[in-house]
């Protein structure tokens, strides 16, 4: 069973809306990660966070914004949804870097 | 710049054993993880190696070598349910994890 939940599965959207994609973990973990994977290619990192009111960009962080208000609750927002932006994003949290990573299920975004 | 290295696809038959590699060069090491990815899905967590040698875990087993920058995920006897993408990711010197493309493994009957 998921520990770590993300909302929407599937999300179909028109270019320059503004979107959040909801992620929340009841596992009282403080780090917290978003992950961009298109098909067969690895994971990159958007943005991480280590606690509350604590955030980081990761490598593909220059569209999208984070906030960490509350430990279980890390929502990224795309300000303006491009067609670019069509891909898989995954959450993800954990206790500590070496206890490995939880991933949600992940949203599948498509901008047309 | 930080480069894990394995191979795009392999395929192996139901019953029979495969080894999926990973080289990787990244600045420090904290640790290797191997993930199992099945289509449209999130990876799973199936190892953690820190030291050298070989750690097993039922069906599935992981070998680290340090000096070589090499490791290796060992599956056997291959069930259907095995096929999917197996990803292999580096923890770096600053804790954050380097991820590698990923092996798509085909099994046939």
């Known amino acids: 069973e998921a520990d770590i939940y993300q909302t929407p599965r599937y999300l179909v959207i028109g270019t320059g809306k503004k979107i959040t994609l909801e992620c929340s973990q009841t596992m009282g973990h403080d780090k917290m990660y978003w992950y961009q994977q298109d098909p067969g290619m690895e994971l990159h990192l958007i943005h991480y966070s280590y606690g509350v009111n604590s955030t980081e960009k990761g490598d593909l962080s220059s569209e999208s914004t984070v906030s960490r208000i509350r430990t279980e609750h890390f929502p990224l927002t795309l300000e303006s949804a491009r067609p670019s932006h069509t891909s898989q994003y995954l959450c993800?949290?954990?206790?500590?870097?070496?206890?490995?990573?939880?991933f949600g299920s992940g949203t599948r975004l498509t901008v047309v | 710049g930080q480069n894990i290295d394995q191979p795009t696809e392999m395929t192996a038959t139901e019953g029979a054993i495969v080894q999926i590699n990973c080289t990787y060069q990244t600045s420090g090491f904290n640790g290797l993880f191997w993930y199992q990815q099945h289509a449209g899905e999130a990876p799973t967590f199936l190892s953690y190696?820190?030291l050298d040698g070989l750690e097993e875990k039922g069906r599935f087993s992981s070998f680290l070598s340090r000096s070589k920058g090499y490791s290796y995920l060992l599956l056997k006897e291959l069930q259907m349910k095995d096929s999917a993408s197996y990803l292999c990711?580096?923890?770096?010197?600053?804790?954050?994890?380097?991820w590698g493309a990923g092996t798509k493994l085909i099994i046939k009957p």
């Open positions: 190696n820190v």
């Open positions: 990711a580096v923890l770096d010197s600053n804790y954050q994890l380097i």
């Open positions: 993800a949290s954990s206790e500590k870097e070496n206890y490995g990573y939880t």
